[in-house]
C-alpha cells in the first residue's frame, strides 16, 4: 500500500513538470521509455547528437518532442538528467550553464562522482544546490538506444551523493523519478560511492577487459575460446560493454580503481604462490571463503527480491 501511494505522488508531481533528457542511450532512452509506461502524457524532451535515434523515439511515443542544441530543448525546464559518458558530462554543464533557470533541477547518471563534482565546480564556481548527482546501477553489455527498456530500473538500485548544500526539495526530486521508474534510492558520500563502485563495478570490467585481450593475444587464441566453457562466457560478457564509456571510468576513477586492483593483484600472487608450492590449505581456505561470501551474498539478494 504504502508504495502505491508513494508511486501516485511521484507520478502527480512529474506528470506536471517539464523533464528533459541529455542523452538518449541506454540510460537515457531507458528513463523515456519507463516514464512513457509511467506516464503516457508526461512532457518529455530528449537531446542527442543522433537525431535518426531521436527521431525514432519520437515516432515511438516514448518523448514529446526532440532537440539536438540543449539551449533550445532546456528553455523553461523543471528536471534535466544528464545520460552521458562521465567525461561528456563537462562539455554539457558548458552548453548548460548560460540557460538553466535558477529553480531547475539537474541530475546526472555517470559512473563516477568525483569527476563530475568538480566538473560542475569548474563549470559553475561551487556546485548549485539543485544539482543532485547521481548514479542508476543498472545497464547491460549493450548500449543504445535500440536496446534501452522501460523496466530498466525496477528492483535496481540509484545512488544519489548529495552534497551539504543540496536543497532538500531538490533531492526529493530526483528521488520521487528513480522511484517511480521502478528503482531503490540510497544516498551516500561522493568519496564512498567512487570506492564502492570502484570494487563492485569497475574493478570486474577491468578484469573482464584484460583477461580476453590477454587471450586474444596468443598464438592459440581461436583454439582458446573456441572451447571456451560458459564459466567463461558469463565471466568475460561484460568485455562486450561500450569501450568509450569504461575508458572514460577508469580515467575519471583511476584512484580508487587503483587501490583496488592492486589488493587483488596481491591476493593473484598469494593464490599463485599457494599453487606454485602445492599449498593446498591455502588454496581450500580461499575458495572456501569466497564461496561463502558469494552464497551469502545471493542468500540476501534473494531475500530482498521476495520482499519486493
Same mark, same amino acid.
Request: glycine fraction near 6%; include cysteine.
Given at each position: ?16 513538470? @517539464?523533464?528533459? #533528457?541529455?542523452?538518449?542511450? /541506454?540510460? $537515457? ?26 527521431? %525514432? ?23 534535466? &538528467? ?9 562539455? #554539457?554543464? @558548458? ?17 563516477? @562522482? =568525483?569527476?563530475? #563534482?568538480?566538473? &560542475?565546480? %569548474? &563549470?559553475? $564556481? ?7 548527482? =547521481? ?8 548500449? =543504445? ?28 526530486l530526483v528521488e520521487k ?22 570494487a563492485t563495478s569497475h574493478?570486474?570490467?577491468?578484469? *573482464?577487459?584484460?583477461? &580476453?585481450?590477454? /587471450?586474444?593475444?596468443? $598464438? ?8 571456451? *566453457?560458459? =564459466? ?21 576513477? $583511476? ?27 591455502? /588454496? ?13 551474498? /545471493? ?10
Amino acid at each position: 500500500m504504502a508504495n502505491n501511494v508513494a508511486d501516485n505522488v511521484a507520478k502527480s508531481v512529474i506528470e506536471n513538470l @517539464k523533464v528533459v #533528457i541529455i542523452g538518449l542511450g /541506454l540510460i $537515457g532512452g531507458s528513463i523515456a521509455r519507463g516514464l512513457a509506461a509511467k506516464l503516457p502524457d508526461a512532457n518529455v524532451v530528449a537531446v542527442g547528437r543522433n537525431e535518426k535515434v531521436l527521431q %525514432q523515439a519520437l515516432s515511438d511515443g516514448m518523448i514529446s518532442d526532440y532537440f539536438t542544441d540543449i539551449g533550445q530543448a532546456c528553455k523553461n525546464a523543471d528536471l534535466i &538528467v544528464i545520460a552521458v559518458p562521465s567525461l561528456s558530462v563537462k562539455n #554539457i554543464l @558548458k552548453e548548460l550553464q548560460p540557460v538553466l533557470g535558477s529553480d531547475t533541477v539537474v541530475t546526472d547518471a555517470a559512473s563516477v @562522482k =568525483g569527476e563530475i #563534482i568538480e566538473s &560542475v565546480t %569548474q &563549470v559553475f $564556481g561551487s556546485v548549485p544546490e539543485n544539482f543532485v548527482p =547521481g548514479h542508476p546501477i543498472a545497464g547491460s553489455e549493450h548500449s =543504445g538506444y535500440s536496446v534501452s527498456t522501460a523496466n530498466l530500473f525496477e528492483h535496481k538500485k540509484v545512488i544519489l551523493t548529495p552534497l551539504e548544500n543540496t536543497k532538500e526539495s531538490s533531492y526529493e526530486l530526483v528521488e520521487k523519478l528513480w522511484k517511480l521508474l521502478g528503482a531503490e534510492v540510497i544516498s551516500m558520500t561522493v568519496k564512498h560511492h567512487d570506492e564502492v563502485l570502484a570494487a563492485t563495478s569497475h574493478l570486474p570490467h577491468l578484469l *573482464a577487459y584484460a583477461l &580476453v585481450d590477454t /587471450l586474444s593475444q596468443q $598464438g592459440e587464441s581461436e583454439e582458446i575460446f573456441r572451447y571456451a *566453457a560458459g =564459466g567463461f562466457r558469463d565471466f568475460t560478457r561484460i568485455a562486450s560493454s561500450d569501450p568509450q564509456m569504461w575508458h572514460d571510468i577508469f580515467m575519471a576513477n $583511476g584512484d580508487a580503481t587503483i587501490t583496488v586492483l592492486d589488493e587483488y593483484i596481491e591476493g593473484l600472487y598469494r593464490m599463485r604462490t599457494a599453487i606454485k608450492d602445492q599449498n593446498s590449505a591455502e /588454496l581450500m581456505s580461499t575458495f572456501i571463503r569466497a564461496k561463502k561470501s558469494r552464497d551469502r551474498f /545471493l542468500a540476501m539478494f534473494s531475500a530482498k527480491r521476495s520482499k519486493t
